[in-house]
């Protein structure tokens, strides 16, 4: 078996030709990648949920736009918590997963994060897969791994860093952002 390189901390931006619609368009921050497989969120699918409808504790510190997102299709019944904490050391009940970006253990009284907290998101579920699974469709030409930055977690304009994350590309990799969301109507 061949080792796998960690793609932790990057984004997995759907591509064009990508034909599931779970992942139409979609920019997904890996917060797991190894041997055993990867695991991430979807960033740009708000739902119309307000975060204090499912966790009201914490829906005074949901960055804008304030609902739950879906973070994929796996577990849709769980929810997990994405916080952007500036500096060296983070508070309790917060986990680096990669830079400024962590885990927000929601057991946690928000009391205890509230001070530290540059950004919060929810996401109801997560996106998943097997042993070299996304390592397939990479070879597939499914995904565009690109860096990610703190600002991509609390987009203020979600439905639009698709396009966003492309633009800022070097080379052709730019241009597909310019592609139609119909590309019969062209």
Known sequence: MTEVSSLTGRLLVATPALADPNFDRAVVLLLD????????????????????????????????????FQGGPVSL???????????????????????????????????????????????????GWGPGQ??????????YVVESEPGDVSSPRPEGLWRAVLRRQRGELAMVATYPDDPSLN
């Open 33 to 68: 990648h190894d041997e055993k497989g990867s695991l991430g969120v979807v960033l740009n699918r708000p739902t119309p949920v307000d975060v204090g409808d499912i966790l009201e504790p914490w829906a005074d510190h949901a960055g804008e736009p304030g609902v739950v």
């Open 77 to 127: 019944d769980s929810a997990l918590g994405l916080a952007v904490i500036p500096g060296d050391e983070g508070p309790l009940g917060w986990r680096r997963v990669y830079g400024a970006i962590g885990l927000v253990d929601l057991e946690t009284p928000p009391e205890l994060l509230v001070r530290a907290l540059g950004s919060l998101r929810i996401f109801a579920g997560y996106a």
């Open 134 to 143: 996304l390592e397939a469709e990479l070879a597939e030409g499914a995904w």
